[in-house]
Nanobody, 119 residues
Framework: VQLQESGPGLVKPSQTLSLTCTVS??????????WSWVRQSPGKGLEWIGYIASSGATSYYSPDLRSRTSISRDTANNHFTLQLTSVTPEDTAVYFC???????????WGKGTPVTVSS
C-alpha cells in the first residue's frame, strides 16, 4: 500500500489549504480502515487532524481544528482530500496522510508534504 500527498507548498494567510492523498495498492472503500491526516509543525510532535472512514459515512476531526477542517474522498480516483480553511502561519507544517486500522494503529504513511503559510 502506498500513499502520496500532493498540493501547494505555499499558502497565503486566510486562504484554504487543500491537499490530496492518492492511494495505490488498496481501495479507500475497503472495510475497517480510516483514512487519516496528521501534521507536524516545526519543533513539535505529530498532531492528528482527522479521518474519513472507508464507508465514507463518517468523518471525525480534532476538536482543536474541527471548525476549519473537512475531509472528503473521491472513490473513482481512489484519493481523499483535506481542506483547512482560514489558515495562519501556525498551520505551517509537514502534512502526512495515513491509513489507520483499529488495534493496529497507523499502518501506512505517505512521505509527507511541507506546507508553509506566509504572505
Amino acid at each position: 500500500v502506498q500513499l502520496q500527498e500532493s498540493g501547494p507548498g505555499l499558502v497565503k494567510p486566510s486562504q484554504t489549504l487543500s491537499l490530496t492523498c492518492t492511494v495505490s495498492g488498496d481501495s479507500i472503500t475497503t472495510n475497517y480502515y480510516y483514512w487519516s491526516w496528521v501534521r507536524q509543525s516545526p519543533g513539535k510532535g505529530l498532531e492528528w487532524i482527522g479521518y474519513i472512514a472507508s464507508s465514507g459515512a463518517t468523518s471525525y476531526y480534532s476538536p482543536d481544528l474541527r471548525s476549519r477542517t473537512s475531509i472528503s474522498r473521491d472513490t473513482a480516483n481512489n484519493h481523499f482530500t483535506l481542506q483547512l480553511t482560514s489558515v495562519t502561519p501556525e498551520d505551517t507544517a509537514v502534512y502526512f496522510c495515513a491509513r489507520f486500522r483499529k488495534f493496529f494503529g497507523m499502518e501506512y504513511w505517505g512521505k509527507g508534504t511541507p506546507v508553509t503559510v506566509s504572505s
